[in-house]
């Protein structure tokens, strides 16, 4: 008898559908998968067969084919588990065909339990949008592929309750998140608040332009000036996520298997922090298989830092530079191509010189002028192009360590950040992708950053005097765009075109 179900497999951030198809025939007894399917999938068929015994079934002594279709897409993962246990139960006669178009996902135990898979929101919403009827899926998973908001989402425990579900024999309730619920959790207290940092006004103000426009940062000081503390600081006065935005962050994290058992939707904007070691394939994706999301994609619409930045891997850092463009990246393997969103505020850091006290005026630098030039050349001038704001972190006075932290709470700066972006979307309405000053092409440039005779002579003089790229000159004036709205002032004025150029002036920091 022949039996077709239908499961899914995870491509980049998005799914496709695939068609189960069950085939069991006479003949001598063998179990094979075919359909291109990775070792995972083809590990499965133990699985399958203790879970069928061990459910009350019989497993069938005979020929059993299970094809995954289409044949040219690879398949890998648990997730196919369930419906090719449930197929070969149809196929066998020992289970009915089901009457309605579900898709089954869950990898199975060897005593028939169902064990959670990865990427069930972005299966969840290409099966809504495939207008079926529901899923079957662990209960594990029952939450977050409740997320879609027009698909039913039955969760299961094990082979025998899905059997019985299928055969009409057992009712479930679908899962339901309250999405209102789930966002007020957005909000909670910042891993590091602006107001306990002590001194360093200019690099908190850089911060707070960095979190309105969305632009990227670069800090620079000696050891303990506080960048690190700075850089954390960051997500609590970004504003908090949109739905929109948190189930595309959620879709990221399913498919990385990093969505928490407890909430099933993702509300706090990613702050990703990975060591200098991290490989080519850590940072942008990849790995075995299908690629998978990288630490830029992981930090989708949050804080990607990146501290000690000459120490990471020069190929790591130059591949960073078309993301940084595109805000995402795409991988091309043998056969495969997937795309990743990779929407995020880069922060760096690094020290001066490698000892770190280079103009330093309590700690004399050790290094001689050579490790200096080789130390910064790490870092490239088209790297460096990328960057909107470039602080300098002096070291703090012992007057400055002693007293009690007496500026702006992030809560308080968080506002500004807040009615900043505002007008921003209200500006970019109309235009998908583009809510932030820092995505702004030169198009919108021309209208939306006029410049006053008064301002555009001080941009020709900035032209010539820091001998600015055509991509730095576009990002001075996202940066003036910035400064200007966080003032409310709709037209850009010297002051603020003067404070945005007085963070591209890099030449004396490296």
Known sequence: MFARLLSAVVVGIDAQLVEVQCDVASGLPAFQVVG???????????????????????????????????????????????ATALGILIASGQLDPPSARHVVLGELSLDGAVREVRGVLPIA???????????????RNGPEAALADG???????????????????????????????????????????????????????AAEIAAAGGHNLLLIGPPGAGKSLLARSLPGILPALSFAEALEVTRVYSIAGLVERTTPLVTQRPFRAPHHTISYAG??????????????????????????????????????????????????????????PADFTLVGALNP????????????????????????K?????????????????RLSPAELLARPAGETSSFVRGRVVEARRVQWERMKGKPGRFS???????????????????????????????????????????????????????????????????????DLL
């Not at 809504?128 to 529901?134: D, K, S, Y």
């Not at 619409?301 to 990246?329: N, S, W, Y």
């Not at 055509?470 to 075109?497: F, K, N, P």
Request: hydrophobic share 40%.
């Open 378 to 394: 790490r870092i490239s001038g088209p790297f460096l192009d990328r960057i909107d704001l470039f602080v300098e972190l002096p």
């Open 125 to 139: 919403l290409q099966a809504e949008a495939a207008g079926l009827e529901g899923m079957i899926v662990p209960e």
């Open 151 to 205: 698909i039913a989402a039955y969760p299961v425990r094990t082979l025998a309750e899905a059997a019985a579900f299928l055969a009409g024999r057992l009712r479930l309730t679908p899962a339901v998140v309250d999405r209102e619920a789930l966002l007020a959790q957005t909000r909670t207290p910042p891993a590091v608040d602006l107001g306990e940092i002590k001194g360093q006004e200019q690099a908190k103000r």
């Open 437 to 507: 000053n820092a995505r702004l092409d030169s198009r919108e440039i021309a209208v939306h950053c006029a410049l006053s005779p008064d301002t555009r002579r001080l941009l020709e003089a900035a032209i010539d005097r820091f001998a600015l790229s055509a991509r730095a000159y576009t990002r001075v004036l996202r940066v003036a765009r910035t400064i200007a709205d966080l003032e409310g002032a709709s037209l850009i004025r010297v002051e603020h075109l003067a404070e945005a150029l007085q963070y591209r002036s890099i030449d």
């Open 283 to 340: 940072m942008v994706g990849g790995g075995h298989g299908l690629p998978g999301p990288g630490e830029i994609t992981l930090a989708h619409h949050g804080v990607l830092f990146l501290d000690e930045l000459p120490e990471f891997d020069r190929r790591v850092l130059e591949t960073l530079r078309q993301p940084l463009e595109d805000r995402a990246i795409q991988l091309a393997r043998a056969g495969v191509s997937v795309r990743y």
């Open 36 to 82: 291109l399917p990775d070792k995972e999938v083809t590990e499965s068929r133990e699985r399958i067969r203790s879970a069928i015994k061990n459910s009350g079934y019989s497993f069938p002594a005979k020929r059993i084919t299970a094809n995954l279709a289409p044949a040219d897409l690879r398949k890998e993962g648990v997730g196919f588990d369930l």
């Open 353 to 376: 010189c490698p000892c770190g006290h280079l103009g330093d005026h309590l700690r004399a630098c050790t290094c001689s002028p050579h490790e200096i030039r080789r130390y910064r």
